[in-house]
């Protein structure tokens, strides 16, 4: 595979699958030889609909009798506290034992090929790589996309895939893709919550996978030191009225020194956006998490008005247009800076600029 296949570039036009693309995934998938080694890679710090994407096609893979299987994902290879009882675990292996010459490379979740870290260069040494992906801003890297931008979740295009390849769903695969579609779509609330969103948890839940006991375990269950640290990090939020063309901006940070305070790991911090989104008087929300000194890994959220994706991708992220991220470096002042920054340049793209702002005050 061509070395050019590593770079990230701007994203072409949101499109479906073909069905070329469709069936050149599943040519790759079952003429694996008999040994064929198969890698599976979801991005860092992987969500629900990352980890529930890759291991329940993980699961699905060894349904068809592929037995030469590992899945991982880039950096501590630490599994959230909320995923840790999902099934497949036994599937993963930390990124230092990943093959370093799998025949196959499936990626999940993933955006852009800096979300892979170390584990890039499995694209360049594979035999193929499918790309499984719901990101508008996804850049189309590696050999195979199925890439559906108006998918609710990763695990949709998942579903999708096994069909074709005359999986039946089980109560383990069920419950990795009903994790992953309901953490993408906070529990059925998002505007991506489309008919077919619920036909689709209807057949998962149909497996006798329990509803009530899943979503316990993933939303509704955080150690007494979370519920510590939420408050502090909530206590410095601040609220800017009239950035984002006036739609306005809230937005707080954690640092490392908050984590090491209350002992807690950073995924502690991942569900912190949506108790900072729910702010009546702004657009546009915004977490800064401090993964190394100078660094952020930065989550942002729109209640429609402001594509937030496009803030991220300006600033070397990616994402939807109602929830992005991007890594920012500096002080938690620079960051948000420059978010105000490409806010402030969207909102003049948008008409919404300093003209509309003075005709408001």
């Known amino acids: 595979m061509s070395g050019a296949l590593l ?3 701007s994203p072409p036009a949101a499109e479906q699958p073909t069905e070329a693309e469709w069936a050149a995934a599943v040519s790759a998938i079952t ?16 969500d629900g609909d990352a980890l529930g994407s890759m291991l329940g096609f993980g699961l699905g893979l060894r349904r068809l ?5 590992q899945a991982t994902f880039p950096g501590r290879p630490e599994v959230p506290e909320p995923f840790r009882d ?6 993963l292996v ?17 955006a852009a090929v800096s979300r892979l870290g ?3 260069d499995r694209l360049d040494r594979a035999g193929a790589a499918i790309v499984l992906d719901h990101h508008a801003s996804n850049t189309r890297f590696g050999g195979i996309h199925l890439v559906d931008p108006d998918a609710a979740a990763t695990s949709v295009v998942v579903e999708k895939l096994l069909v074709r390849l005359g999986v039946p769903l089980d109560r383990g695969i069920a419950e990795c893709l009903y994790i992953a579609l309901a953490t993408d779509t906070g529990s059925f609330r998002f505007d991506m919550t489309t008919p077919a969103v619920h036909e689709m948890a209807a057949r998962l839940l149909a497996t006798g996978i329990r509803p009530g006991e899943i979503s316990r375990r993933i939303f509704d269950t955080r150690p007494f030191g979370a519920v510590r640290l939420y408050g502090d990090v909530l206590g410095r939020t601040q609220l800017e009225p009239l950035a984002a063309g006036g739609l306005g901006l809230v937005w707080t940070y954690a640092t490392l020194d908050d984590l090491a305070r209350h002992g807690q790991r950073p995924y502690t911090l991942e569900p912190l956006i949506d108790s900072v989104r729910c702010t009546a008087e702004a657009d546009v929300s915004c977490v800064l998490k401090q993964v190394a000194e100078g660094e952020w890994a930065v989550s942002m959220r729109s209640k429609g008005p402001t594509d937030v994706s496009r803030v991220a991708v300006a600033l070397g992220g990616g994402g939807h247009r109602l929830a992005a991220g991007f890594t920012g470096y500096g002080t938690a002042a620079e960051v948000v800076d420059a978010i105000r920054a490409e806010l402030v340049r969207g909102a003049a793209e948008s008409g919404n600029g300093p003209a509309d702002l003075q005709d408001q005050d």
């Open 7 to 9: 770079t990230d570039v």
């Open 31 to 46: 003429r694996l030889p008999a040994d064929g080694r198969v890698l599976l890679i979801c991005h860092v710090n992987p």
């Open 65 to 69: 009798g592929v037995r030469q299987l």
């Open 86 to 91: 999902i099934p497949g675990l036994d599937l």
């Open 94 to 110: 930390p990124a230092t034992e990943a093959d370093p010459d799998p025949d196959l490379v499936i990626c999940f979740d993933v």
């Open 118 to 120: 170390d584990l890039a």
